[in-house]
């Protein structure tokens, strides 16, 4: 077993997460801190090794143990095959590999036999006084924690975020939120859009509780007093996200292309992904290359840098051909924590915290529709900065982080106690 970091004593608690550390995942980081702060004890265990190369602040400050699940299983043979003989002897083993063939005949890929192995590991090797399993993200993360738990006679509840509730399919959701079906004894969600959804195909609608990430302030210096450019001053738009379909950077790259020759504007673009090149060779074809800077994967103290140097913030968010979409991403709350104007879209959640006109412009996601909204911004700078500090006030009095964390740690305690 792999941990990064040891604690004294064992904890009631197991939490799984695709993947630790990760740069794109900070609002879990964010909320494992706050919950250690709130008096929760427990360990993290990981389907996946890291791959970013820098860290957030968030990840030093969390003390509890990392551990490591098989990410393939052919690569850990032994460990694999010693914990299923162990599962194998516990009295919900039987029931969990049911459920499972079940799921396999449904879903007959890798990742679901991948699941099952790593599921009778996390069974095996978990401490004795784990008295429940919390996962984030409801598929695959979710799936393991579910097997396990069955096998262990646990309860388990997950967080729920974009992806992995817009691209499931319905009988694994309705499943894992079935009490008939050994789903999660509670879930969350981070925005209204996707509780919503969820609760639609519970068996309860109060097994799914809206619980905001929000924004720990406390991370963040205080917002900037701006020096607001003029109308005809150069225009800096930069964007933090990852490189991949439903964050829309294609079509704002078509639609920078769009702008006139008179309007001297520059990108930033902050964040990896597996489009890096396709995107690149765009702009080139578009002949706008030159204007724009990628910068990759950045540290918190980097990001927040660029945000007081820069005019406009744009997140193009769309759907993504396989149904991949948004939640309310965190980047928009950060944004607006610098005093930053935020040109997005009204795309899955993210209305719930920017009102078109009021707190930023909610565009369409065409690369036309774009390029209008970026050139009104440039030539109204006063109307972006009253925008601007609508949005901070919004911030401040209605997505803070604390009324979250309280109502997730109350939830979570109240699983534990009647295990």
């Not at 063939?101 to 599921?119: K, T």
């Not at 610098?338 to 707190?359: C, D, K, M, Y």
């Not at 009104?376 to 964390?405: C, K, W, Y």
């Amino acid at each position: 077993m792999n941990s990064r970091k040891t604690t004294p004593s064992r904890p009631p608690l197991a939490v799984i997460v695709k993947g630790w550390p990760r740069l794109s995942e900070t609002f879990i980081a964010q909320e494992l801190v706050a919950l250690e702060a709130a008096g929760h004890s427990f360990e993290i265990w990981s389907l996946r090794h890291p791959t970013d190369i820098k860290r957030h602040p968030l990840h030093e400050k969390l003390s509890a143990a990392v551990h490591y699940l098989p990410e393939y299983l052919y690569q850990e043979p032994d460990r694999v095959w010693s914990a299923r003989q162990q599962a194998q002897a516990m009295p919900g083993y039987q029931t969990a590999y049911r459920i499972w063939r079940q799921d396999l005949r449904r879903d007959p890929s890798r990742n679901r036999i991948r699941r099952f192995g790593q599921a009778c590991v996390l069974a095996a090797e978990m401490p004795e006084q784990v008295l429940g399993l919390y996962a984030h993200f409801l598929h695959t993360p979710s799936s393991v924690a579910r097997y396990a738990a069955i096998m262990r006679g646990l309860p388990w509840s997950f967080s729920a975020h974009a992806k992995d509730i817009w691209t499931s399919p319905e009988w694994e959701l309705k499943e894992k939120l079935a009490t008939a079906t050994h789903g999660a004894a509670f879930g969350a969600t981070c925005t209204g859009f996707g509780a919503k959804h969820l609760q639609a195909l519970s068996d309860r609608t109060d097994r799914v509780d809206l619980i905001y990430h929000g924004l720990d302030l406390s991370r963040f210096p205080s917002p900037p007093q701006r020096r607001w450019r003029a109308p005809g001053d150069p225009l800096h738009l930069m964007s933090v996200g990852r490189l991949v379909e439903k964050k829309g950077f294609d079509r704002l790259i078509a639609a920078l292309a769009l702008l006139p020759s008179s309007l001297d504007w520059h990108w930033t673009h902050i964040g990896g992904g597996d489009l890096k090149d396709l995107l690149r060779g765009m702009a080139e074809d578009l002949g706008v290359v030159d204007r724009i800077t990628w910068r990759g994967a950045c540290d918190q103290p980097e990001v927040i840098s660029a945000m007081r140097a820069c005019d406009i913030f744009v997140l193009p968010s769309r759907i993504a051909s396989d149904g991949d979409r948004d939640g309310l991403p965190n980047v928009l709350m950060e944004a607006a924590s610098q005093r930053l104007p935020i040109l997005s879209t009204a795309v899955s959640a993210i209305p719930e915290f920017i009102e078109n006109g009021t707190h930023g412009v909610l565009s369409q996601d065409t690369p036309e529709a774009l390029a209008e909204a970026i050139l009104t911004l440039s030539r109204n700078p006063e109307q972006a900065a009253r925008m601007a500090e609508a949005a901070l006030v919004r911030l401040r009095h209605d997505f803070g982080m604390d009324p979250g964390i309280a109502r997730l740690s109350e939830r979570l305690k109240t699983m534990i106690r009647e295990t």
